[in-house]
Structure formats: structure tokens, C-alpha cells
């Protein structure tokens, strides 16, 4: 217990030994924070999938029985808890959540979190949700984090790096980091009882890198007493680079003349889009991305917020005219913000391009699918044998992944494409961590977002560092 008595709890429900579904609870006397919300996706999996999902009336019952989300009450939504009342409270029992970034890992969850909970994220990532959330096929209760629509009471604060957020006895500096999704935070905690620091998820090898090294000197300056620091790559120590990626596409590219190229990019990862962007100029394609990405594109311009993303006008994008419905283009085969979305493209004369367009003279583009579903893309396209199918996401790694990758290939060797793999991962290495650990210089690290928090402590001793390792367990509350 400290000297004022207030005394400074951290209790991670979620992300302890696991990569991703981030609930980490922060309390300072009578201040309760939750940073980050995220889906715990291996819990899930072990009792639910695409078949078996849970009931609307007992999805936060059955999800707090099974693991998937803590027993806490006075958290989540009154509205979903006619069956487990014992979660039930008049009040919130949480003064904030606050959002790292717009990955389902780290605020999917935030969808059971009740209404008059403020939630605190940056203005990229709010943008970023929101669209996501507008551009799906079908929504749910999970899937509509935020809420925002006319009826809603949510309330939704927006930060950017340089603002101060006082949450009673916690003073939050949230600083921007490099991710693989723009709008990545990490987070300063001042209390009176000492300094706590959450890294969120972070890479030094991406395009804005520098925005880590701000995090970083930002916590070094501050003297951090504690760390949250992610470690999903802590046992790699492969150093990614953006610029490699790059290379890799436009080798890829420059030398399928006559064939086409398909890549499969991550929905949110725009660095990927820009770097990928970039081979097709040096090779004279031109990119054709999906009507979902384009619409991302569209929102997070209009929201004037200074992410660098690739422009909807550029002379070597466009958008692919998918079909829908009856597949016959027809008005009625788009709904809801697509038809809205299409509309407007066609009035600013924006180039759409169809698949038989493709068909016709692969060598002239590069299709960029945005989600596995989108494979079936390729018995509209028809590439001619010895094209090329470039994965440009991370490589699957767990069991329901490696089945839709199976799907993929398939579908892949029967068009006799050829299958390449060309990423750079959103996450630090493991010599990277540590030298953010020893450039920070903690007295204690807490280790999230990993399988191996136990090798934090083994990498720490080889660099000669003596800072305290304390593995949280799940639930486990950790005085500091
Ligand atoms: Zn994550």
C-alpha cells in the first residue's frame, strides 16, 4: 500500500498468456479503468464458432460461464442480463474504458459494455469503427461496438496524442504508436501512487515508426514504474521492414507479364494498400481494391484526420464493381451504404472496374481482395494459368484459420495459380522488446498479448537488466 493509502491495482482478464482479447482493469482507489475490451477469440473458440453461436438473451451469461468474458458486475449492458441478474448493478462500476485501437482484439468487446460507460479512443480509430461497421454484410450484437446511431446513448470521447484525459485520480497521456491499423495508442497512467504505462500493440519496423519512438521517449521522460508491454513476437527475432514488402510485390508483379495478380490484404492495413499502391506505379498496373476498402478510404478522408492513407482519386486506383444479388449489376442487387456508396462513385466518375474487365486483359491490374470470403472473385476473373495469388496477411495460427487457408489454397491450385506469402507483421520483435524495456527502463513489466510471458523474464537476465517480471494470471489482481 502506498503512502496515500489509495493504493494501485492491475487485474488483466483478459490477454494473460494469450495473444489478444486485451481487458486489463487499472485501479486507483476509487478510480476503475479498463484499458482495452478486446474479443478473446481463443476462449471463444474453444465453445463457440461460425454454427454455434450463443443466444441473444443469454450471450453474456454464457460467455462469462465459459471463460470468455470476467464475472465483473456493473459492467456490460443491462439490456443483455435478464439471465445472469447477478451482473446487474444501478450503477457502473467501471469509470472508462479505454480503446488502444480499432483491432476486434483489443475493443470488439466493447459492444457488451454498458452505455453509460464512457469509452476513450482516438479519432482515427473511432472513424475506422465506424466504418467498419457501416460497410458490413450483416451486423450483431457483437459487431456494433460503438453504437453511434441516432438512438444511442453511448458515450464516445475521442482523443488524439498531446491531449491529457483525467479520469478521477488517473491522468491518461495517450501517445500514438506504429501498428499495422493507423490510430494505435499506448497510454500513460499518472497517479499519485506512480506511473503505469500500457504499450497497446506496437511495431518499430513500419512506415511511421517514429510515432513508437515518441511512445517511447514520451514513457522514458515520464519515469514509468510499471509496463504493460505486448510480446506476441517475443520468441521471433526476425526483423520485418514495410520496404521489404514492397520490394517483394513489385518482384512479384514485374515479372507475371501477360498474368494476373491477386493479393489478399488485411481490411484495415492501409500501409499494406499504400505499399502494395506503390509496386503497382513502379510496374505500370493499376490497383483494383474492393468497394469495402474503398469505402474505408473515402471515411477516413472525409474525417480530415492526418493518417496517410492511399487517395480514392489516384490515377492508378480502382474500385471493383463487385456483383451482388442476381449478378447482373443491377440497382436493386446493392442495399444500404452500398448502393449509396456505388451511386456516388458513379457521380464523380470514378473508375469502377468489372470482372470481365480483368478477364479481358489481366497483365493491365492488380486485384486486391480484402477478406477471404472474396476468393470466389477468382471464378469471376478467370486468371490465366501461372497467374499469381500473393497472401499478404499474417500466416494462420490457429485451427479455424488454417481451415479457411485450406479453402483458399484449393481454390488457388485449382485456377493453377501460383500461392506466394509476402508480409511484415504488425508487432515488435523479440530484440526489438527488449530494447524498448531497457530504453524505458521499468521497475516492473507486466507481459500481454503473448504465449510466452515466461521468456520476458530469460531475454531481460541475458541483456543484463534487472527489472521485475510479473506474469499476471487471469483475473489475478497485481498490487503495484
Ligand atoms: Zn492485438
Not at 473458440?45 to 454454427?51: E, I, L, S
Not at 442495399?335 to 470481365?356: H, N, T, Y
Not at 494470471?473 to 503495484?480: A, L, S, V, Y
Given at each position: 500500500?502506498?503512502?496515500?493509502?489509495?493504493?494501485?491495482?492491475?487485474?488483466?482478464?483478459?490477454?494473460?498468456?494469450?495473444?489478444?482479447?486485451?481487458?486489463?482493469?487499472?485501479?486507483?482507489?476509487?478510480?476503475?479503468?479498463?484499458?482495452?475490451?478486446?474479443?478473446?477469440?481463443?476462449?471463444?473458440?474453444?465453445?463457440?464458432?461460425?454454427?454455434?453461436?450463443?443466444?441473444?438473451?443469454?450471450l453474456v451469461r454464457d460467455y462469462v460461464l465459459t471463460g470468455v468474458l470476467p464475472a465483473i458486475r456493473g459492467i456490460y449492458r443491462r439490456d443483455l442480463l435478464q439471465h445472469a441478474a447477478e451482473l446487474d448493478d444501478r450503477e457502473p462500476?467501471?469509470?472508462?474504458?479505454?480503446?488502444?485501437?480499432?483491432?476486434?482484439?483489443?475493443?470488439?468487446?466493447?459492444?457488451?459494455?454498458?452505455?453509460?460507460?464512457?469509452?476513450?479512443?482516438?479519432?482515427?480509430?473511432?472513424?475506422?469503427?465506424?466504418?467498419?461497421?457501416?460497410?458490413?454484410?450483416?451486423?450483431?450484437?457483437?459487431?456494433?461496438?460503438?453504437?453511434?446511431?441516432?438512438?444511442?446513448?453511448?458515450?464516445?470521447?475521442?482523443?488524439?496524442?498531446?491531449?491529457?484525459?483525467?479520469?478521477?485520480?488517473?491522468?491518461?497521456?495517450?501517445?500514438?504508436?506504429?501498428?499495422?491499423?493507423?490510430?494505435?495508442?499506448?497510454?500513460?497512467?499518472?497517479?499519485?501512487?506512480?506511473?503505469?504505462?500500457?504499450?497497446?500493440?506496437?511495431?518499430?519496423?513500419?512506415?511511421?515508426?517514429?510515432?513508437?519512438?515518441?511512445?517511447?521517449?514520451?514513457?522514458?521522460?515520464?519515469?514509468?514504474?510499471?509496463?504493460?508491454?505486448?510480446?506476441?513476437?517475443?520468441?521471433?527475432?526476425?526483423?520485418?521492414?514495410?520496404?521489404?514488402?514492397?520490394?517483394?510485390?513489385?518482384?512479384?508483379?514485374?515479372?507475371?507479364?501477360?498474368?494476373?495478380?491477386?493479393?489478399?490484404?488485411?481490411?484495415?492495413?492501409?500501409?499494406?494498400?499504400?505499399s502494395l499502391l506503390a509496386a503497382c506505379e513502379e510496374t505500370g498496373r493499376a490497383l483494383v481494391i474492393s468497394l469495402r476498402h474503398a469505402f474505408l478510404l473515402k471515411q477516413l478522408a472525409e474525417a480530415g484526420l492526418r493518417i496517410d492513407?492511399?487517395?480514392?482519386?489516384?490515377?492508378?486506383?480502382?474500385?471493383?464493381?463487385?456483383?451482388?444479388?442476381?449478378?447482373?449489376?443491377?440497382?436493386?442487387?446493392?442495399?444500404?451504404?452500398?448502393?449509396?456508396?456505388?451511386?456516388?462513385?458513379?457521380?464523380?466518375?470514378?473508375?469502377?472496374?468489372?470482372?470481365?474487365?480483368?478477364?479481358?486483359?489481366?497483365?493491365?491490374?492488380?486485384?486486391?481482395?480484402?477478406?477471404?470470403?472474396?476468393?470466389?472473385?477468382?471464378?469471376?476473373?478467370?486468371?490465366?494459368?501461372?497467374?499469381?495469388?500473393?497472401?499478404?496477411?499474417?500466416?494462420?495460427?490457429?485451427?479455424?484459420?488454417?481451415?479457411?487457408?485450406?479453402?483458399?489454397?484449393?481454390?488457388?491450385?485449382?485456377?493453377?495459380?501460383?500461392?506466394?506469402?509476402?508480409?511484415?507483421?504488425?508487432?515488435?520483435?523479440?530484440?526489438?522488446?527488449?530494447?524498448?524495456?531497457?530504453?524505458?527502463?521499468?521497475?516492473?513489466?507486466?507481459?500481454?498479448?503473448?504465449?510466452?510471458?515466461?521468456?520476458?523474464?530469460?531475454?531481460?537476465?541475458?541483456?543484463?537488466?534487472?527489472?521485475?517480471?510479473?506474469?499476471?494470471?487471469?483475473?489475478?489482481?497485481?498490487?503495484?
Amino acid at each position: 500500500m502506498s503512502k496515500l493509502g489509495l493504493g494501485l491495482g492491475l487485474t488483466v482478464y483478459g490477454g494473460a498468456g494469450e495473444i489478444g482479447g486485451n481487458k486489463i482493469l487499472l485501479t486507483c482507489g476509487e478510480t476503475r479503468l479498463f484499458l482495452d475490451f478486446g474479443v478473446s477469440f481463443s476462449a471463444k473458440r474453444r465453445f463457440f464458432g461460425t454454427f454455434l453461436q450463443p443466444h441473444r438473451y443469454s450471450l453474456v451469461r454464457d460467455y462469462v460461464l465459459t471463460g470468455v468474458l470476467p464475472a465483473i458486475r456493473g459492467i456490460y449492458r443491462r439490456d443483455l442480463l435478464q439471465h445472469a441478474a447477478e451482473l446487474d448493478d444501478r450503477e457502473p462500476s467501471v469509470d472508462a474504458v479505454v480503446v488502444s485501437h480499432a483491432h476486434l482484439d483489443h475493443c470488439g468487446h466493447v459492444s457488451l459494455i454498458r452505455h453509460d460507460i464512457p469509452i476513450l479512443l482516438g479519432e482515427g480509430a473511432r472513424t475506422i469503427i465506424a466504418a467498419r461497421e457501416m460497410s458490413r454484410n450483416s451486423s450483431s450484437i457483437e459487431t456494433s461496438i460503438l453504437h453511434t446511431g441516432k438512438s444511442s446513448t453511448r458515450i464516445v470521447k475521442t482523443f488524439k496524442t498531446g491531449d491529457v484525459i483525467r479520469v478521477k485520480e488517473i491522468r491518461l497521456e495517450p501517445i500514438h504508436v506504429d501498428h499495422s491499423v493507423p490510430a494505435a495508442y499506448g497510454v500513460i497512467a499518472e497517479t499519485a501512487e506512480g506511473v503505469v504505462a500500457y504499450s497497446g500493440d506496437f511495431r518499430i519496423h513500419g512506415p511511421m515508426r517514429s510515432m513508437t519512438r515518441d511512445f517511447i521517449e514520451r514513457c522514458a521522460e515520464k519515469g514509468v514504474d510499471t509496463l504493460i508491454i505486448e510480446g506476441t513476437r517475443l520468441d521471433e527475432y526476425e526483423e520485418h521492414s514495410e520496404d521489404n514488402v514492397r520490394e517483394a510485390l513489385t518482384g512479384h508483379i514485374s515479372t507475371s507479364s501477360g498474368r494476373g495478380v491477386v493479393v489478399l490484404v488485411g481490411l484495415l492495413d492501409f500501409d499494406r494498400l499504400r505499399s502494395l499502391l506503390a509496386a503497382c506505379e513502379e510496374t505500370g498496373r493499376a490497383l483494383v481494391i474492393s468497394l469495402r476498402h474503398a469505402f474505408l478510404l473515402k471515411q477516413l478522408a472525409e474525417a480530415g484526420l492526418r493518417i496517410d492513407v492511399p487517395k480514392l482519386e489516384h490515377d492508378r486506383l480502382m474500385v471493383y464493381h463487385e456483383r451482388r444479388g442476381s449478378g447482373t449489376f443491377s440497382d436493386s442487387d446493392y442495399r444500404g451504404w452500398l448502393s449509396k456508396f456505388i451511386q456516388q462513385l458513379m457521380d464523380v466518375g470514378a473508375p469502377l472496374v468489372r470482372d470481365e474487365e480483368i478477364a479481358r486483359s489481366p497483365e493491365k491490374y492488380v486485384l486486391a481482395l480484402s477478406q477471404p470470403e472474396d476468393i470466389t472473385e477468382l471464378a469471376n476473373i478467370k486468371p490465366p494459368a501461372g497467374s499469381r495469388f500473393i497472401l499478404s496477411t499474417s500466416e494462420p495460427h490457429n485451427e479455424e484459420q488454417m481451415l479457411e487457408m485450406e479453402k483458399i489454397r484449393n481454390w488457388v491450385d485449382f485456377m493453377g495459380m501460383s500461392f506466394h506469402h509476402v508480409h511484415a507483421s504488425g508487432h515488435a520483435s523479440g530484440g526489438e522488446i527488449i530494447n524498448v524495456i531497457e530504453e524505458i527502463n521499468p521497475r516492473k513489466i507486466i507481459p500481454i498479448h503473448t504465449e510466452h510471458p515466461g521468456l520476458f523474464a530469460k531475454l531481460l537476465r541475458e541483456r543484463g537488466l534487472d527489472t521485475v517480471v510479473c506474469e499476471p494470471r487471469p483475473g489475478e489482481t497485481i498490487k503495484i
